[in-house]
């Protein structure tokens, strides 16, 4: 059976877009499925798949059903690996663009994901996505590269180990899971490494857990963000950019939440039967 499909990607954070409303073309979506879509050599290569469903399409048996959210659209979104994920800062941008895309959205949505829901508008350009408010929590520690450092651990949805270091090559290769404590993340770990570029300007590398280093995170440049205003005894509101290697994010601590700015792209549509 062949099925339709949308690439997209959000500052070169990709993913294979499944347009799936009433649940009845993937069903549970096995791990199997989403591994091959996402194989960038035998499939359509991606960061992760992001399922388009009705929220209440989405039987309560099915892995990582949403509850207590009141958004028509639900992100039933999966890592590389075939893992469920609570969230993807990007991904919610790019989400937001399909729908707007098909006519299902305007220029302001709130889509449900398993981190609640998120609102997000356009302003003819970007999206701007409410991640919500961080949860900030104490000091830890990450090793990679043959070094350890202190990180700070936070939650925007998802958890984030964010580290400074003096220069974005220190970690070196992150193909690899750097090291934390599963104490700490018993679920796993999206591990960011920051240098500092200016004032209220910081660059970022990202180990994204199910996936591997990636070229963008969203959540995980909302983490990066909180934390260099934590480093600078920032007074909210207050703005940073985030670049990441694959292009540029704005970063807003709010007394209440986080906002991430940026773009979404959606790139190639087809059919594919794997």
């Not at 199997?32 to 469903?53: K, M, Q």
């Not at 449900?112 to 003819?124: E, N, P, S």
């Amino acid at each position: 059976m062949s099925y339709p499909f949308v690439k997209g990607h959000g500052t070169e954070n990709d993913f294979v877009v499944l347009p799936d409303p009433d649940g009845s073309v993937h069903g549970p979506l096995a791990a199997e499925r989403v591994r091959a879509l996402c194989d960038r050599r035998a499939g359509l290569g991606a960061d992760g798949v992001l399922r388009v469903v009705r929220t209440a399409s989405y039987p309560a048996d099915w892995p990582g059903a949403p509850t207590g959210v009141a958004g028509e659209w639900f992100m039933d979104y999966r890592n590389a690996d075939g893992s469920i994920a609570e969230m993807c800062g990007n991904g919610t941008r790019v989400f937001a663009a399909y729908l707007r895309e098909q006519g299902l959205a305007g220029d302001s949505i709130t889509i449900a994901t398993r981190a609640g829901d998120k609102t997000l508008t356009f302003d003819g350009a970007d999206w701007t996505v409410d991640l919500g408010p961080a949860e900030i929590h104490g000091e830890t520690k990450v090793a990679a590269g043959g070094h350890t450092w202190p990180a700070r651990h936070l939650s925007m949805g998802n958890p984030h180990a964010v580290v400074f270091v003096e220069t974005l090559e220190q970690p070196g290769s992150l193909l690899e899971q750097p090291e934390y404590d599963a104490a700490v993340y018993p679920t796993g770990v999206n591990v960011e490494f920051v240098v500092s570029v200016g004032p209220r300007h910081v660059a970022m590398r990202v180990h994204e857990r199910g996936v591997g280093e990636t070229r963008s995170c969203g959540t995980g440049a909302g983490a990066v963000g909180v934390a260099a205003m934590l480093a600078d005894g920032a007074t909210r509101p207050a703005a940073y950019t985030v670049d990441v290697p694959g292009g540029r994010l704005t970063v807003t601590w709010t007394d209440t939440g986080v906002l991430l700015s940026g773009p979404a792209v959606l790139v190639a549509r087809g059919e594919t039967d794997l």
